[in-house]
């Protein structure tokens, strides 16, 4: 069972950037629609950005539009997401999966955006 190992959270001042980084290992990577979930503290967990196997199709969240950037590297078996413009709504652990949860979760990482 492929689990994802997420990294690059950290604690950031409203305004500031991250770049998270999700990793898996095997050649099967490629071959998946990948995406970025958040869950915040009490909340459920919600969707944040999607992008196709071949990286050419990306979709984000409207709360997320315009700050979030997903990108992947299929020879490093990486997906990005690179976070500008952070809010204090941003504050949440980030992870990986399929698009439709196929993959264990992981850990996650820790994102925590002060005012």
């Known amino acids: 069972q492929v689990r994802p190992v997420e990294s690059g959270g950290g604690l950031v001042q409203t305004g500031g950037s991250l770049k998270l980084a999700c990793a898996t290992s095997?050649?099967?990577?490629?071959?998946?629609?990948i995406s970025w979930f958040r869950q915040a503290p009490g909340k459920e967990r919600e969707l944040v950005a999607t992008?196709?196997?071949?990286?050419?199709?990306?979709n984000y969240a409207d709360s997320v539009k315009g700050r979030f950037t997903i990108s992947r590297d299929n020879v490093k078996n990486t997906v990005y997401l690179q976070m500008n413009n952070l809010k204090p709504e941003d504050t949440a652990v980030y992870y990986c999966?399929?698009?439709?949860?196929?993959?264990?979760w992981g850990q996650g990482t820790q994102v925590t955006v002060s005012s």
């Open positions: 992008i196709s196997d071949s990286g050419g199709t990306t």
């Open positions: 999966n399929t698009r439709t949860m196929s993959f264990s």
């Open positions: 095997g050649r099967i990577f490629s071959a998946y629609f």
